[in-house]
């Protein structure tokens, strides 16, 4: 995915809990992201190195690329567990916790569309993925499909913050953030 893809889930999480902020459902939605510059940075992971991007060959890249610490099934699903458990603490309720690990994972099934490199566990586990970046057609869907899912999440999220602001404006005593 691009990454504006990724920012779907995170309007759509934050249209249902309006009392978090929006920050925080997208540095939620972009985590795996976040953490693979950090692991890259250090040496962890190996930084992607592209040839081709282009809607004929679709991505092709210099060396083969895997990302077990940040993208990853088995982390991305630890990933999820442990934001969960980080917004438990901040937040205190078990809804919003749960939300906030659902938008980390959903990072893994968008990229789960695009890639065929996920690693199930660790470097040498079983790679999985769809992988249609791997062609032009596939790349294109792609690209298509991240517009017009951030197009869906910017509506839910505006029509949300619209019916949230007319009903402040009812009941103005039952404010919500």
Do not use: C
């Not at 690693?119 to 499909?145: A, C, D, H, R, Y």
Request: no cysteine.
């Amino acid at each position: 995915m691009s990454g504006l893809g990724h920012l779907a889930p995170a309007l759509v999480a934050k249209s249902t809990m309006p009392e978090v902020p929006l920050l925080a459902f997208v540095a939620a939605s972009e985590t795996n992201d976040i953490l693979y510059f950090l692991f890259s940075s250090v040496g962890l992971e190996p930084k992607a190195v592209t040839t081709v991007m282009d809607f004929n060959q679709g991505v092709k890249y210099l060396t083969p690329v895997s990302d077990p610490w940040s993208h990853g099934l088995f982390m991305s699903i630890i990933w999820a567990i442990v934001a969960a458990a980080i917004a438990f603490l901040f937040y205190r309720n078990r809804r919003i916790s749960i939300i906030i690990g659902l938008t980390v994972f959903s990072h893994w099934i968008l990229d789960f569309l695009m890639h065929s490199n996920l690693s199930l566990f660790f470097n040498g586990s079983p790679q999985i993925g769809l992988g249609l970046e791997n062609s032009g057609i596939g790349f294109l869907f792609m690209t298509i499909f991240d517009i017009l899912i951030l197009a869906a999440g910017i509506a839910v999220y505006f029509r949300a913050r619209k019916r949230t602001m007319r009903k402040n404006e009812i009941f103005p005593s039952q404010k919500t953030i």
